[in-house]
Each structure stands twice: as structure tokens, then as C-alpha cells.
């Protein structure tokens, strides 16, 4: 019998049970009646829960928004399964700074009972642990639970942070380990889950989830979800505001403020193009709608794929499509991350670096080979100049994250090397038969999470040895395993790039002014490929020069800007410092802020305007990124 849909027909009301009884069918068979799915648990080290004994199979959300106190308050139902013989074991879940008032175990659905339960001692970067006694035959759990107002993984905002300026936003961001500090879990990424929720909030205000949202719901303050496909925790995710839908297509939309909604749509409207290019040769997309949500400036992220809506940053919105390569990015987590997803945050670069590279595959598709190999160059310098800063055991794909935030492991190493290993397979073997290999992998590991040496395994067996003589080019170990980038890896070129090169040379030797570089036309990433090409060093005379000819203090593409603000602190260039200080009071995205705050800090002068700045800015970022800022300053009195 079909559990699942007959809980959720009990608990969301009849209009949602019978599409889901049919959706519920394709969650089982692609989990439970496949027999390759994995059953036994991988050692996480961030997570306390003990998915080997029990594992948690579906959530029942029920949540207050209360804008008020900055609190979400309700009811989560776990429905468990006993997967050991260890009859005695507890469940153990992962929280962060939760308030459990109550906690009761079922064995019909119907009757709770309480237990006895323990919150263990916060680890910084782990959290707590609640630990659950659990009586024989129990299969639910259901905690009464409040959020903190400080909680790693929402942010509420004032009015005053959006848009529209009149209403509140809460948002939550659950990757890596962040919603336990919304949600007590089983918050590794090997345990996947399918969930209903109920989520009632002021009654102007729109809720949106990772699930199934109609974007014609009345707005009425009361909202229903749900999610039939089984995800793993991180990519569950909540965001209410004044939110209104602009469709894009038969099955993509965009979610956004009001002032900000038509611009959205004009800048995504090639959505359905990439889901098709990605479609003709990955497979179908899985998930029925694919639905973009533009978050307010302080979205810490470019983007987050939660599954059937894609959190974005609105400093994408460029007016001329010029960034969209994070929608193909997000896109294209729904085959790699979201169908196929790393096990562990060591295996992250099973989810980033294969999404790169798929990245450039739909770029290619919809924008042509041109504009997919200036991203892969610009991809390829970024690493580089990266590389030069990590330590070794920072560089290396299979990484080491004992006993550190797994936040740490964000760099250019699982996204742009994932992605060139991914790339020499091709090259190597051929696309046509690296992208049957590609398919035959997403098809196979359908719902699930693995691991690195899963897919080594797998590698192995569906390419390396069919074709020994081409396997034997490619140092697969040196790849994953070691530090540095392999001798033998590929390097993107780009003709246009050459071009912008030879220009930025001739001004630079003072051969020809500013105002004669053929810059009318170039793109976006033209233009970021001229200002990687210049020295770290210009005078105050150059600055100015480039400045007055193509005004980038007042550039409106934001990854312009973040570079020439870059350039303007390490030239000590005064005229952008206004732009600067608006730049870091407006736009909370840590990609941008941080290493601007890391410039600033390299000179005492600078130091003390990235604290004077800081000072007004903090409160107005997310906490995600209000922690890595904190470092960079060394903050300690807020
Ligand atoms: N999944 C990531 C965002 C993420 C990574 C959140 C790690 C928390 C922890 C997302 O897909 C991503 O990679 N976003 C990029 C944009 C992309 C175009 C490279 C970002 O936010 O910069
Ligand atoms: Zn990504």
C-alpha cells in the first residue's frame, strides 16, 4: 500500500491527495523497488544522525511565519523506517539552535505518545544533536519546534531590504548543513526524503517552497506543498514575501517583487531553451515545473537550485541576459546534484563540478561554442589565480573536511577543476560517447547519493575500461586525489580573448588611448577577460583613463563592477570609493562582498574603512555571510 500518499491525503486535504497517489508511484519505484539503491550509511562527518539504524523517509511540515519575533514555529512529523537489526536505537537528528518544546512517537498515524528526548551541547560548526528514544514498531515522530531568531539558515528582512518597501521577506538557505537551523533532520545529503508542508503566513504575503508551487494559488495566508521525489535536506527551502509570477513558458515562471518581476522575465526568457537543450542530451527533466525566485540583494548565493524553484540573486538581472550562465548552472543541478547527489560534503565536487560542465553544454547549445569557451577561459583563470592561494589539502577534488565547516570547501577546486576533469573525459574519449557515458550515469544513480569512489567505480567499468588505450591518458587518480591541476589538462582558448588581449597590450605600452579599444561590442565577458589581462599594478593616470572613457564605476553589470571595485582598492583609486561603499551596503552576496572586504583589509587605511563600512552593513547580510565577513575582519564586537 502506497503510505505516503495516503499520510499526505490525511494531512493536506483531498484536492492534493489524487495527483500525488500517481506522482508517489514514480518516487517509489525509483527508490524503494529499485534494488540498486544504496541502504547502508556513509560516515558524514557533519551530521550526528544515524541513517545505518533509522532512516527518516517523508516530513510533514506545518509552520508559522511570525514575522514579529523573526520566528518559525510548528510541528514536523518524521516518518521513520528501522533500517538495522539494533533494535535500541535511538534516532538521532541534527539541530542548530532549535527550540524543542515537545516531542511524541506514533504507531498509527493517529495516537502520539510522549518520549523522552536530549539535546546534546552545541558544537559550532555541527550544531546539536536530538537525540530521540524510540519504543518498538514506532514509525513517527512528531516535535513541536520553534526556530531562533539568530538561525544560520533564514533571514528575515525589514521592509526597508527589499524592493518593494513595504512588506517583510524571509528566506531560508539550507546548503551545506543549515537546515537544521530550521528544520530537526537527518541532515546529510545520503538521506533523501519526500515532504508535504503547510506553511501559514500574513495573509498579503505569498509562501513559495523546493516543490510543487501553483503559481495561481489564492493569496490567503495559507499554503500547501509538497514534494514527491526524494531529496536529500539541503535543498528544502522557504521563502515568503510580496511575491508576484510572470510565466516564461509551459512549465518555467519567474517569482519576484513587483518592481522587479518584468525584468526577470525579460532577463530569463531563454529558460525553456535551456531546459530542452539540457533535455536532448541528459535526458528528461524530472521534476515537473522549473520555476526561478529573485531573492532580494542580500541572497548570500548567486543562485541555489532547490528543486522546482531556483533561488537567485537579482545582481544577475544585467538587462542584457550577459549572466544568465547561473541559470543554465542551476538548471542544470536538476540532472547533476539534484537527480545524482554527493553523499558526503567531501564528494561536493560530484555536485559542482559536473554542473559546470554542464553549464557550458547548454551555454554552447543555446548561445553557441564562442560564448561557452570564453566562460570555461574565464572558468580556467579563476582557478588558477585561486589555486595560488590554497593550501595543498585545499586543492584536491576528494577533500578532507574533518572538523571544518563544510562552507570551507567552496571554491573554484570541486566547481572549475570538477569541471575541467570532466572536460578531458570528453576531450579524451569523445563527445559522443563521454555524453552516452554522462547519460547512462544520471539515469542509473536516479534519486540517489554517492559517493566519490562510487563513481570512480562507475567510471571504470562504463568508460575507463571499454577503452583501455584512451583510459591510459588520463591520470584519474592524480585528478581526484592530489593537489594542483594535471599537465595533460585542457585549456579553453578563445579568439575574441586573444583579441581583447593584444588591445589591452597596445594601451597598456601606451601605443593607442583608451577611447581607440574596440570595446563598442564587446560582452560582458570580453570585457571581464580585458580587466583580468591588466596588471594587478595601475597608476592613478591609467584608472582614470578607463574610467572616463567606459564609466565602470558606474557600471550596471554587477561582475564588472565587483572587478573594477577590486581594481579600484588595489590602485588606492578614490573616485569609485562612493561606489564601493554603495556596492557593500546594497548587495549581500558573499562572492562579491568578501573578497572585497579581504582587499580592503590588506592596508590599515583600508582596514578601517572596511570596519566603518562594515559596521552599517552587517546587520543587513545574511548570517551565512556575516560569518565569513566576521573572519575576514576578525570581528568580534558587534
Ligand atoms: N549549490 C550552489 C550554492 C551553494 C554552494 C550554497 C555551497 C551553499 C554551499 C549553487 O549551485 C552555486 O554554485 N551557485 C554559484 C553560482 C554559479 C553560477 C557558479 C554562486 O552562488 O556563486
Ligand atoms: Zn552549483
Excluded at 504575503?205 to 500547501?224: C, F, K, Q
Excluded at 588591445?503 to 570580453?526: D, F, G, S, V
Excluded at 597608476?539 to 564588472?560: A, C, P, Q, V, Y
Aim: net charge neutral.
Amino acid at each position: 500500500m502506497n503510505k505516503i500518499a495516503l499520510f499526505v491525503c490525511l494531512v493536506s486535504g483531498l484536492c492534493l491527495a489524487i495527483p500525488l497517489v500517481a506522482e508517489v508511484h514514480t518516487t517509489e519505484d525509483s527508490t524503494k523497488s529499485n534494488p540498486s539503491v544504496r541502504q547502508h550509511a556513509v560516515k558524514d562527518f557533519h551530521s550526528y544522525a544515524n541513517p545505518g539504524d533509522v532512516r527518516v523517509r517523508h516530513l510533514n511540515l506545518e509552520l508559522e511565519v511570525l514575522f514579529g519575533e523573526k520566528i518559525l514555529k510548528g510541528i514536523a512529523i518524521l516518518s521513520i523506517e528501522r533500517v538495522s537489526q539494533n533494535t535500541q536505537a535511538p534516532l538521532i537528528l541534527d539541530t542548530r539552535t532549535l527550540n524543542i518544546a515537545k516531542v511524541e512517537t506514533s504507531s498509527d498515524g493517529t495516537n502520539y505518545t510522549p518520549t523522552t528526548f536530549t539535546v546534546g551541547s552545541l558544537d559550532k560548526i555541527l550544531g546539536a544533536p536530538l537525540t530521540i528514544k524510540l519504543p518498538e514498531k514506532v514509525d513517527r515522530v512528531r516535535i513541536n519546534y520553534s526556530t531562533d531568531p539568530g538561525a544560520s539558515g533564514v533571514q528575515w528582512l525589514e521592509p526597508s531590504q527589499t524592493a518593494g518597501k513595504k512588506d517583510p521577506f524571509v528566506f531560508t538557505q539550507s546548503e551545506s548543513i543549515h537546515a537544521r537551523s530550521w528544520i530537526p533532520l537527518q541532515d546529510t545529503p545520503q538521506v533523501r526524503i519526500t515532504y508535504t508542508a503547510r506553511v501559514r503566513t500574513p495573509r498579503n504575503l505569498l509562501a513559495v517552497m523546493s516543490a510543487e508551487n501553483d503559481p495561481r494559488t489564492p493569496r490567503d495566508g495559507d499554503y500547501h506543498f509538497w514534494m514527491p521525489q526524494p531529496i536529500p535536506s539541503y535543498l528544502i527551502a522557504l521563502a515568503v514575501g510580496d511575491l508576484s509570477f510572470r510565466s516564461l513558458g509551459r512549465r518555467t515562471g519567474v517569482y519576484a517583487e513587483p518592481p522587479v518581476v518584468d525584468k526577470a522575465a525579460r532577463e530569463f526568457s531563454d529558460t525553456e531553451k535551456m531546459i530542452q537543450a539540457t533535455e536532448r542530451v541528459y535526458g528528461p527533466y524530472r521534476w515537473g515545473r522549473y520555476d526561478l525566485l529573485v531573492l532580494p540583494p542580500s541572497f548570500p548565493y548567486g543562485g541555489m537550485e532547490n528543486p522546482r524553484l531556483t533561488f537567485a540573486t537579482p545582481t544577475v538581472l544585467a538587462g542584457d541576459k550577459s549572466l544568465v550562465s547561473l541559470v543554465a548552472h542551476e538548471l542544470a543541478h536538476s540532472w547533476s546534484g539534484n537527480l545524482v547527489t554527493n553523499a558526503t560534503w567531501r564528494d561536493f565536487w560530484l555536485n559542482e563540478g559536473f554542473t559546470v560542465y554542464l553549464e557550458r553544454r547548454i551555454l554552447e547549445a543555446v548561445y553557441g561554442r564562442p560564448r561557452a569557451e570564453m566562460e570555461a577561459a574565464l572558468g580556467r583563470h579563476d582557478l588558477e589565480e585561486e589555486l595560488a592561494t590554497l593550501d595543498e589539502r585545499d586543492q584536491i577534488l576528494h577533500i578532507d573536511l574533518t572538523g571544518r565547516d563544510p562552507d570551507a570547501g567552496s571554491t573554484n577546486i570541486p566547481y572549475e577543476k570538477g569541471a575541467l576533469f570532466l572536460r578531458h573525459l570528453e576531450e579524451t574519449f569523445g563527445r559522443e560517447r563521454f555524453d552516452r557515458f554522462l547519460r547512462g550515469y544520471f539515469d542509473h544513480f536516479t534519486f540517489q547519493s554517492i559517493t566519490t569512489e562510487e563513481f570512480v567505480d562507475y567510471l571504470k567499468k562504463n568508460l575507463l575500461d571499454k577503452y583501455p588505450q584512451l583510459a591510459a591518458r588520463i591520470p584519474v587518480a592524480q585528478w581526484i586525489e592530489e593537489p594542483g591541476i594535471p599537465a595533460s589538462a585542457p585549456k579553453p582558448t578563445s579568439p575574441a580573448f586573444a583579441r581583447v588581449e593584444s588591445e589591452a597590450r597596445r594601451w597598456l605600452r601606451n601605443e593607442i588611448p583608451a577611447a581607440k579599444i574596440p570595446a563598442a561590442r564587446w560582452t560582458t565577458q570580453e570585457w571581464l577577460h580585458f580587466l583580468n589581462s591588466l596588471p594587478q599594478a595601475l597608476d592613478r593616470k591609467k584608472m582614470e583613463e578607463l574610467d572616463e572613457t567606459f564609466h565602470l564605476t558606474r557600471s550596471g553589470n554587477s561582475e564588472i563592477a565587483f572587478q573594477w571595485l577590486m581594481m579600484s582598492i588595489r590602485n588606492r583609486y578614490e573616485p569609485a570609493y562612493p561606489r564601493l561603499e554603495e556596492f557593500l551596503t546594497s548587495i549581500g552576496r558573499r562572492k562579491f562582498i568578501k573578497p572585497l572586504y579581504e582587499e580592503l583589509a590588506k592596508t590599515p587605511e583600508g582596514k578601517e574603512r572596511a570596519m566603518a563600512i562594515y559596521r552599517r552593513a552587517r546587520p543587513t547580510y545574511h548570517p551565512i555571510a556575516v560569518a565569513s565577513v566576521d573572519e575576514v575582519l576578525k570581528w568580534n564586537n558587534p
